[in-house]
């Protein structure tokens, strides 16, 4: 029997068909979400359902609108997350939390519940080499510091790209 988190795995990745970079993003958030969930409290179904369907409404946002810009996905995940769910039974209550949350992982401040505080972190341990430059450790702590929204993320996010091990060898 497979669980909750490998069935929505599995459905994201039927869903993205061949493309890797997408269903390797979404595994590795989810992987962090897992963590933080363990530190954070937080619901687990919500979180690993909005973790590994958060950007799912990037294929579409790219074919209706040439962009994969954060409120263009914001705006084509949830409808697409929201067929996934239902057929994968999925309470209606957990699937509005969860596009809710997928409605609004660019846009922090609009829900301040846990469960989005988590995947929104969760995002970030990933994007962060893609949005900042890593090399300049005394920024990014501070970078660091802004950024993430629970503590378990900013303490993470210093394992990752500020400790020793993380500066040899990149
Ligand atoms: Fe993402």
């Known amino acids: 029997m497979s669980t909750i988190k490998e069935t929505l ?17 979404a595994h590795k958030v989810t992987g962090y979400a897992e ?17 590994v369907l958060h950007d799912i409404g990037i294929h579409q946002a790219e074919k209706k609108y040439g962009s994969t810009s954060g409120h263009y996905q914001e705006r084509e995940g949830p409808p697409i ?10 309470a209606e209550q ?6 809710q949350i997928i409605a609004h992982h660019h846009s922090p401040g609009k829900i301040n519940t846990p469960n989005f505080r988590i995947l929104y972190d969760a995002d970030w341990l990933v994007n962060l080499r893609d949005e900042y430059d890593i090399r300049d450790s005394s920024k990014l702590s501070s ?3 802004k950024v993430f929204l ?3 993320g900013k303490a993470l996010a210093h394992d990752i790209y500020l400790s020793e091990s993380s500066q040899s060898g990149s």
Do not use: N, W
Request: net charge negative; aromatic share 8%.
């Open 35 to 51: 963590e933080l969930l363990a530190q954070e409290g937080g619901d687990y179904p919500i979180v690993i359902g909005a973790a």
């Open 143 to 145: 970078i660091i510091d």
């Open 150 to 152: 629970t503590q378990s």
């Open 9 to 25: 795995l599995r459905a994201m990745e039927a869903y993205f068909k061949g493309d890797t970079r997408r269903i390797d993003h």
């Open 94 to 99: 957990q699937t509005e939390e969860i596009c």
């Open 81 to 90: 997350a929201r067929r996934i769910l239902r057929k994968l039974g999925f």
